[in-house]
């Protein structure tokens, strides 16, 4: 075991060289296939006698194996259940020991176990945890703390549901009286050690983490032992508010120390408190108002301050916002005092946001676009002083115009010296002039009726934009950032004339100016009119797309290294805008702008470090592809072969979903041609199990798979591949995640395949979805059972039928098709709700009406059944689906990236009807496929419909045979 464990460690030490970490981590990858490989991580994250960054890589790596390995999709372990009893075991009393940078990544580990497991499988925790609280040792207390809250922070964005309160309440049991104990005690703690630095930063770390906690166990409801002992604990919030300590303040003017992070905490617990208990709370609050309106008009400039501030700042938004409080305000003379005194410090612009802007302009860019920079001063005190507009708004909107002529009338006096006042007033003026939430599609939709959006761009920001020199870059990108937020506002006229301002901005040589020109015409070409027309006309692109595009390429790669290649998403977005805009406009451009994608791609490979970029790459590639393939099939399939290969030899796990979704993609747009040399070769990799083993690939490798077999039907065949494409199947319907691409890849194979080549293998297929069916039926899985029925019943095309599926079905047991039609496939069959669906089962149930000898002869009830479930398809609405199998769309700006599987939404796979000649009316094909129907069979199913239908029943389906 030892010399495992030394060479685990070498593995371990190896990963974090950069010359050796790939190979490191192939051969890390074949260790943890071993038993036990997690507790040998474990064993070299506690041993002291391994370097720092060796233990920390362990726990890097052990938190890595826990969120693949601990469960699969169904929620039962993967380990050995004595590796997971250790596991749990041993891992408190280790994260409690350990440096706090180890502790962060074991704790992430120990929340993913509570994801899972906590709490009725793992119901020992919380009195586990309350036995090592110690209320003189902080440092004990820390681990125990942190692991808490890595477990509690989980229901902060949860919604209400049985489980969870079942959940909370069995840890307010056990941990709430403790928790306020340990507060009490920490109080006399700090008090005590006052003049000890060390103890004094150990209580003050274990202050923090209380908070946090308060936060969590409030998160949803008020803790009875809170609301108990409401009084006290409001009382030491108010005294840590106001807390100082010369041996807590920190050296570096840009870094918070641990006094900012805990006032600031406070501050979101009060924000919490005034939100959701202000009923309870209410009496409390005053005092706290007062001391956030002390520190807010009293606290320097410095960046370590920020976080402070902006909490500050939400909290007095949060009171403004209840009319008891808004009150002290109201008075026009107040509203003067809090927006000299609170509003315009900490919206006025600072040496440190100059310095970020000349220094860092993406991290500039990032914090302040929309939703990016929650913790920076200006944003929050824009939201205090909007709230206030809300409630006053002549009054709020008369005294910010007031400063706003103020600034501009300073400006108009020095220009060159005094732009940071016209940069105030334009911040003033935006954050009043806009109302409601701003989104990321539209920007602001609503605005102020007392103030002129277009007036103030005519008058004091037009110039900024049409001047060659003189003005201020950062007033350049205010004007940018104005039309961005207001966009939606600005009327298509308007757009005509800015728009050419804005493409102008591209070719700025300073980085904040180009990357905001490129950020508001990628919005603005997103943009649409009420009927969903584009504002700006694609025909006013197409021209400017080659220039435009080729100088957006040479601005990403300007810098080759792969860092700053995908630094800057914000440039590759307004590609893949321009890309989707110009559609088929990009045929002429293909040359060049495949280029551009393989080199990007290319670079970008070698270290992927931006998961946006990379996803905005992937788009503009799928939009490249599915504008330019049509016209050069041959030419995108052999020159994006390579690249693409290269991301799957050199296993570039983030890139891997998105290059099958676009090989698939570049198949798809050329179906009638058969599969070249090179994809073929494709197939045993893509066959291979370990592809599968990533949740991620599998909706993407599902889809390859989908477009590779129509195209390669015969090489597979000949090739023997048919049986592993049928083990992926019966691997993927083994679990409610994959069931549905399961089906997905069966109904490819039915559909490419002939029946000869697959009769050998219907009896398994059958066997293998009714004994799932059967142990383990979700509704999901009833649904695409029955849809898969009416696929093979209606395609009598390719030899197949109602009759043939309950011949295969008889095989598997006698008699079995009854139940399973009477129980299964026609209730469910009213359950689909695609048209396409609904579709294949009307011609699934006419052919069976107008064909079947089963349903002719041996269920002639059956035939009555059948009848009527066509009717209802034809006459009734679709059943609603239970919630939970509907998927919300996201956009991507909500994503989560990174973590399994990202859908590229200009490559969705097109909804193909297998059945045009039907027509649009179905009932009028129904009627006309059944009449001659009953001609061919000499006149049976008039005969049927006579014999075994009701009144209601025959008078509809007559109407349809004879309309």
Known sequence: MADGLAAVAQLLEASLDPRQNKQAEIALRQEEK???????????????????????????????????????EDGNYKLQLDEVATIKRELIALMISVPPGIQTQLGEAVSVIADSDFWERWDTLVDDLVSRLDPANPPVNNGVLQVAHSIFKRWRPLFRSDELYTEINHVLQRFGNPYLALFEGLDGYIEQNKSN?????????????????????????????????????????????????????????????????????????????????????????????????????????????????????????????????????????????????VILPNVALRESDEELFEDEPIEFIRRDLEGSDSETRRRAATDFLRTLAEKFEESVTKVV???????????????????????????????????????????????????????????????????????????KVDAIKYLYSFRSIITKEQWQEVLPLLVKHLASNNYVVYTYAAIAVERALYLSDAQGQPIIAPSSITPLAKDLLEHIFQLIQKDQAPQKVQENEFLMKCIMRVLIVIKDGVVQLTDTVLQHLINITQI????????RFYYYHFEALGAFIRFAAPANPDKLEQAL??????????????????????????????????????????????????????????????????????????????????????GIFQKLVSTKANESYGFDLLETVVASF???TLEPYFISIMQIILTRLQNSKTENLSIRFVRFYHFISAHDDKGYSADFFIQVTDKVQTELFTPIYLNVILPETQKLARPLDRKTAVLSLTKTLANSEAFANRYKKGWGFTCEALLKLLELPPLPISKDDIIAENDVD?????????????????????????GADLKAWVGKYLKEADQKHGGRVAGFVEERLNAQAKTVLLSYMTA
């Open 894 to 918: 909500d994503m989560a990236f990174g973590v399994g599987f990202t859908q590229l939404n200009t490559v969705r796979p097109p909804v193909r009807d297998p059945w045009p000649e039907t």
């Open 754 to 756: 002939p029946p000869t």
């Open 401 to 475: 115009l007031k400063y706003t002529e103020h600034y501009l009338a300073d400006y108009a006096k020095d220009p060159a010296s005094n732009w940071k006042s016209k940069d105030t007033s334009t911040y003033l003026y935006s954050a009043i002039a806009a109302k409601g939430v701003a989104t990321a599609s539209h920007g602001v939709t609503i605005t102020n009726g007392l103030v002129s959006i277009t007036d103030y761009f005519q008058n004091h920001l037009a110039a900024d934009l049409v001047a060659e020199t003189g003005a201020h870059p950062i007033l």
């Open 197 to 341: 630095k060390e103890n004094l930063t150990q209580g003050f770390t274990q202050l923090n983490l209380m908070i946090k906690l308060l936060y969590d166990l409030s998160s949803h409801d008020l803790p009875p032992m809170f609301e108990d002992h409401l009084s006290a604990i409001a009382s030491l919030l108010l005294k840590y508010l106001t807390y100082d300590n010369a041996l807590l303040h920190t050296d570096d003017e840009a870094d918070s120390g641990l006094l900012e992070y805990v006032k600031a905490g406070i501050f979101e617990a009060l924000t919490l408190y005034v939100q959701k208990y202000l009923d309870v709370f209410g009496p409390h609050v005053q005092q706290f108002v007062g001391s956030s309106w002390n520190l807010l008009t009293t606290i320097g400039q410095e960046t370590k301050y920020d976080i402070l501030v902006s909490k500050a700042l939400q909290f007095l938004t949060s009171t403004a916002k209840m009319p008891e409080h808004a009150a002290a305000f109201q008075d026009q003379a107040t509203l003067g005092q809090v927006i000299e005194k």
């Open 604 to 611: 970008i490979s070698a270290n992927p470090s931006n998961p």
């Open 641 to 726: 072969y390579t690249p693409f290969v290269a991301v799957l030899s050199n296993d570039v796990q983030e890139f891997m979903p998105y290059v099958f979704q676009l090989f698939a993609a570049l198949l798809e747009a050329n179906r009638s041609a058969s599969l070249p040399d090179y994809y073929q070769n494709l197939i045993a990799p893509v066959l291979m199990p370990v592809m599968w083993e990533s949740r991620g690939n599998v909706p993407a490798l599902v889809r390859l798979l989908s477009a590779i077999i129509p195209r390669g039907s015969q090489f597979i065949i000949q090739n023997n591949q048919i049986e592993p494409i049928l």
């Open 34 to 72: 071993k038993p036990g490989f997690s507790l040998s991580l474990l064993q070299i994250t506690a041993s002291a006698t391994y370097p720092y960054n060796t233990r920390l890589a362990a726990a890097l790596c052990f938190k890595n194996f826990i969120k693949r390995n601990w469960t699969d």
